[in-house]
């Protein structure tokens, strides 16, 4: 795991050159939760099937904004960013010819782009909780949940990455993405859609990342929270399964 | 009895896409401080067994053992103590000519004081000292190919692979290269190389096998080789379209017939071209030569080395 | 115009062949699922709320549709103008193998721009037969609607291309991405009315082409806007799309001159 953790320094050398994409990771979040959470909000006033009428809409979309952005940041790292290494810059083709192994590779994408999540997340939970929309102190429950969210699907686009043959399959990954933003409650109950589709909502992976930090955020902290963590983590940890060999046929042919 | 560190018997590679041998059933022994290299045109298979040897790729069959031990169970132990310089660089072109080497030495296990020290003498070594900030991007190929080398040397490595170390470089930055891997060597690092420049071979090699085909040709020192598959000069001739073939008789050993000239092995080539004249031949242009392993080549295969 | 600039034209729609499919499918996918998620699902929860009057006398989906088509108008002409100059101006690019031959930059800045016109208002088509999906949203204004999203488009492209000649490395573009085109879209009056925005920050959004843009494609769709409101809107484009276009023939040429 230490030789894992070496893929995060190499990270962190790079990020000095592109801090601006990080920056931008917390400030679209932002914009989303003030242009939709905040202008729209006010049009919105409370949220229907909410327990608390209290909750306005800027509380309900902040954490699910939140979510969305360590998924985003985590998902782009590992598909995006591994496809690169591995088919135009080859960085992985030398890394393996040093003791590092496919294995340290991929756990330690998965570690950066986890820890970038979790610290994309830290930056707007700060933003959130200045601007007031922080419900519950159980918000900062989000941070650990950001990195579980960054895990889960850090590992995803990993194996995403050993699927794609070239940069026009970027295209399909929006296919699912945007869908999954719009429609996995991020700015609406899931009570708002008719039972069959509320259950196909409720198998997405982003509806349980939502779960996962939405719910602590509006102060309900409890076992319902549990199916959705395994859920994530049986995910994250599936993705790897699928990866991992795929990577090693690329690497090791 | 030499150490031996690299030794495959039998060893043979088949690409899981489209099931080509490309290496199929070789043996060699290389010793411990020894410049041994892997000649052949491309395609031959050479690649594929560094790769091999360098531990990522898993050989199909026979056996191969890298300093003593198993390239598929110990690769990371392996990998720990050889250094690669891969054909293409892949140098990690996101990062500054100094973060590659630094990074690099972390891979290895090195401290991050060890690796700002080792870096610091590599990039002295390689003459890249005034270049440490610039980006990989603006480094000349021949500025490129010395970094790689010198990444590949922050583990002070006892075994050091080169994928056709000089291709694409001028001939200037192939003599600074040879230079510094003369060095290496004389330093005691065991060099295992492959090329399909012939000169290159015979200028840094003790010991090469010729590949063709994914088997091993022939084995032995530039001057063995040429000595058992060549005579010592060759005389070769432009004749013009359509003359016939010059005979001259008993000197010449073996005439062979490229598309563009007309090669004669003999022991003495002045001797052969006199008597090519004597027999009211009247060739285009004639040179005498010394052999070379090209001509070793053209011998074993019937093709040249670089088509 | 002349002969010349429709062979840059061309040479554009030559290379386009190979990718228009899936363009066309994203450009009526993508603002077919915002109008769902925002316009339908979030606009059930809005139109509980708020009276229509807030929102020019209709219900959320009528207001934001037009002003969702300036937005990607917009994000399509930031696509077709800038990553595609910077890669032909640069040493080696497509720019400078047609001024070698016969071509002048003129030609090559004409031809380019055609080419992103066309984008531009295929995409919005594209975006028209979307919003066919929707009854409530089937209208006369529709018709009206791809030559309004063109201008807003052109308003963006133009000087867009200007500046993309000029870059020598891609940086600076994902920096405007992010930064200037990224917030424009969410604060120009697409989502929610400009007048919940404090005074002294509407001044700045008052200012930007995708206000104007949107004012314009709202007013006309809805067919509520005055007659003034439309010309100034008109106006403000026309302005940035003919300064972009004197800029453009600047850059384009002190580029390719070099």
Redesign the interface.
């Known amino acids: 795991m230490t030789?894992a953790l070496?893929l995060v320094?190499?990270n962190l050398?790079?990020y000095r050159?592109t801090w601006?994409?990080l920056?931008?990771e917390v400030?679209?979040p932002v914009?989303?939760l003030?242009?939709?959470g905040v202008?729209?909000g006010?049009?919105?006033?409370?949220?229907?099937g909410l327990d608390d009428p209290g909750i306005t809409?800027a509380q309900f979309v902040a954490p699910a904004l939140l979510a969305t952005a360590a998924m985003n940041g985590a998902m782009n790292e590992t598909s995006f960013g591994a496809f690169f290494k591995l088919r135009f810059?080859?960085?992985y083709?030398?890394?393996?010819?040093?003791?590092?192994?496919v294995r340290d590779i991929a756990l330690g994408e998965t570690a950066w782009a986890l820890l970038r999540g979790a610290f994309a997340s830290g930056g707007f939970l700060a933003i959130v909780a200045v601007l007031g929309y922080a419900r519950s102190p159980w918000i900062l429950l989000a941070v650990p949940g950001a990195a579980v969210v960054g895990f889960a699907f850090a590992a995803a686009g990993l194996a995403v990455a050993t699927f794609l043959r070239n940069t026009?399959d970027f295209?399909l990954i929006?296919?699912v993405m945007?869908?999954m933003f719009?429609?996995a409650t991020t700015?609406?109950p899931v009570s708002?859609y008719p039972r069959p589709v509320q259950v196909f909502v409720e198998c997405l992976p982003l509806y349980h990342a939502i779960q996962l930090l939405r719910e602590p955020a509006l102060g309900h902290v409890g076992l319902a929270l549990l199916p959705s963590l395994a859920y994530l983590l049986a995910f994250g940890a599936l993705s790897l399964v699928i990866a991992l060999p795929r990577l090693r046929?690329a690497?090791?042919? | 009895m030499a150490d031996i560190l690299v030794e495959a018997e039998g060893l043979a590679k088949v690409?899981?896409s489209g099931g080509v041998r490309a290496v199929d059933g070789i043996a060699f022994r290389i010793s411990r401080g020894e410049a041994f290299g892997f000649l052949g045109p491309n395609g031959a298979g050479k690649s594929t067994t560094m790769r091999m040897i360098?531990c990522?790729?898993?050989p199909s069959g026979g056996r191969l053992t890298v300093l003593g031990r198993d390239p598929v169970r110990d690769?990371?132990?392996i990998?720990?103590r050889i250094g690669?310089v891969?054909q293409?660089d892949?140098?990690?072109?996101?990062?500054s000519v100094e973060?590659n080497l630094?990074?690099?030495g972390?891979?290895?296990?090195l401290s991050r004081r060890q690796a700002r020290e080792k870096a610091v003498q590599l990039l002295d070594f390689a003459q890249l000292s005034d270049k440490a900030e610039a980006k990989v991007s603006a480094l000349s190929g021949g500025m490129r190919r010395r970094l790689t080398i010198a990444r590949s040397l922050v583990n002070d490595p006892e075994i050091l692979l080169l994928d056709e170390p000089t291709t694409g470089l001028d001939p200037q930055a192939r003599h600074v290269l040879w230079d510094r891997l003369f060095r290496l060597k004389q330093d005691g690092v065991t060099l295992i190389l492959t090329t399909h420049y012939m000169d290159e071979a015979e200028q840094l090699c003790d010991r090469l096998v010729v590949m063709d085909k994914g088997v091993i040709a022939a084995e032995g020192s530039p001057r063995e080789l040429i000595e058992r598959y060549v005579t010592r000069e060759v005389l070769e001739l432009r004749l013009p379209d359509g003359a016939p073939l010059p005979r001259a008789g008993a000197v010449v050993e073996r005439v062979e017939e490229l598309p563009d000239r007309v090669l004669l092995y003999t022991d003495d080539g002045e001797g052969a071209l006199a008597k090519v004249h004597a027999d009211g031949a009247e060739p285009i242009t004639a040179l005498v030569r010394r052999a070379t392993l090209e001509d070793v080549f053209l011998r074993l295969t019937g093709r040249s080395l670089v088509e | 115009m002349n002969l010349l600039a429709l062979r840059e034209f061309s040479y554009w729609m030559v290379h386009y062949r190979r990718?228009w499919r899936?363009t066309i499918v994203?450009n009526v996918?993508?603002p077919l699922?915002?109008l769902?998620?925002?316009g339908a699902?979030?606009g059930?929860?809005?139109d509980?709320?708020?009276a229509p009057d807030?929102?020019h006398g209709v219900a959320?989906l009528a207001f934001f549709a037009p002003g969702l088509l300036a937005a990607a108008t917009m994000q399509n002409a930031v696509t077709v103008s800038t990553g595609s100059v910077f890669m032909a101006a640069r040493p080696g690019g497509s720019y400078r193998n047609a001024t070698a031959g016969p071509l002048d930059t003129d030609d090559v800045l004409a031809g380019h721009m055609l080419f992103m016109a066309f984008r531009i208002a295929t995409s919005a088509l594209c975006f028209v037969v979307a919003l066919l999906c929707f009854p409530s949203l089937r209208t006369i204004g529709l018709l009206w609607l791809v030559p309004a999203a063109l201008l807003t488009g052109l308003a963006f492209a133009a000087p867009l291309a200007a500046w993309s000649a000029t870059l020598e490395t891609r940086?600076p573009m994902?920096?405007v991405f992010?930064?200037v085109i990224?917030?424009m879209?969410?604060?120009s009056g697409v989502?929610?009315p400009v007048d919940?925005?404090p005074v002294v920050l509407r001044a700045v959004v008052y200012a930007t082409p995708l206000w104007h843009g949107t004012e314009l494609c709202r007013g006309i769709f809805l067919g509520n806007a005055s007659q003034a409101a439309v010309l100034g809107h008109t106006a403000y484009l026309a302005a940035l799309t003919v300064l972009g276009l004197a800029l453009a023939r600047r850059t384009y040429r002190r580029r390719l001159f070099a």
């Open positions: 030789r070496l320094e190499r050398m790079i050159y601006a994409m920056a931008a400030l679209e914009l989303y003030l242009s939709i202008g729209v006010a049009l919105v006033g409370s949220v229907p809409y810059e080859r960085t083709d030398t890394m393996v010819t040093t003791p590092l192994t026009h295209q929006q296919l945007l869908p719009l429609f700015f609406f708002v046929r690497l090791l042919a | 690409h899981r360098a990522v790729s898993p690769g990371s132990a990998r720990a690669v891969p293409d892949a140098l990690d072109s996101e990062l973060e630094l990074i690099y972390r891979y290895f296990g | 990718s899936g994203v996918l993508n699922l915002f769902l998620a925002m699902g979030l059930r929860l809005v509980r709320h708020t807030t929102l959320f940086q994902n920096n992010r930064f990224m917030p879209y969410m604060f989502f929610f919940q925005i």
